[in-house]
């Protein structure tokens, strides 16, 4: 299958520091998300993308679909200790959610 | 609403022992799936569903069953389990299909160790 390659694959940093994470591919890929995972939990949409050069926030997140369409990044600014977690990227190709593919994940630790 | 709801949240398992995850959502989703989630693997879809009576396989549908009843319920089947199956399960629905990602739902997940 396709192969997304997210880093960085574990990130320890300190409260009110800011995070950058992202994804590339091989392959182009139609929309970009971004999910965060709470231990014991699954996975939540945090932000959708669906246009190359796309920039969307939400709150204190940012994520921009590259020009591309093989990459995409996240920021968090000033973070929180709430931030804690996984946060994965996928692709998706067509307009189904059975074409999405999910990158490695990236362990956010935020340390007081 | 409960949402996605899985069950059970732990099981482990001998090699060759069979068992059901059970996955339910009250939404009126037509589509739902499988994931399994393995360290470095990101999430990998097993079996999806696009409504009652129709299934279709994933990207690694080997070792596992799917059925869909009914709209509710998409049990995932392991008939004979395999060490390598040792993962966390995740159920996840949409309304339909064709919905996109940005609103598919996922459950709380089942770890599940196979011996």
């Known amino acids: 299958g396709q192969q997304l390659n997210q880093s960085p694959q574990s990130m320890f940093i300190q409260e009110g520091e800011d995070v950058s994470m992202n994804c590339t591919s091989s392959s182009i890929f139609n929309t970009w998300l971004w999910y965060k995972q709470d231990p014991g939990e699954g996975p939540v949409l945090l932000i959708a993308?669906?246009?190359?050069?796309e920039l969307t926030s939400n709150g204190r997140l940012t994520a921009q679909f590259g020009i591309t369409r093989k990459d995409s990044f996240l920021n968090i600014s000033a973070s929180i200790p709430s931030d804690v977690g996984i946060y994965f990227c996928a692709g998706q190709r067509g307009g189904s959610a059975r074409q999405l593919t999910f990158g490695s994940g990236t362990q956010l630790t935020v340390l007081p | 609403n409960a949402g996605v709801t899985q069950t059970p949240k732990f099981q482990v398992l001998k090699t060759g022992q069979s068992m059901t995850l059970q996955c339910a959502q009250d939404?009126?989703?037509?589509?739902m799936s499988w994931y399994r989630q393995d360290p470095g693997m990101g999430l990998r879809l097993i079996h999806y569903?696009?409504?009652?009576?129709?299934?279709d396989q994933g990207e690694v549908p080997n070792g596992y069953n799917v059925s869909r009843s009914t709209t509710e319920d998409f049990p995932l089947r392991l008939l004979s389990a395999a060490p390598s199956q040792t993962s966390v399960y995740f159920c996840?629905?949409?309304?339909?299909?064709?919905?996109?990602?940005?609103?598919?739902?996922f459950g709380a997940g089942s770890r599940l160790t196979v011996l």
């Open positions: 939404m009126n989703h037509e589509y």
């Open positions: 996840a629905s949409s309304i339909s299909s064709f919905s996109g990602a940005n609103v598919l739902t």
């Open positions: 993308l669906y246009k190359a050069g």
């Open positions: 569903s696009v409504g009652a009576g129709i299934t």
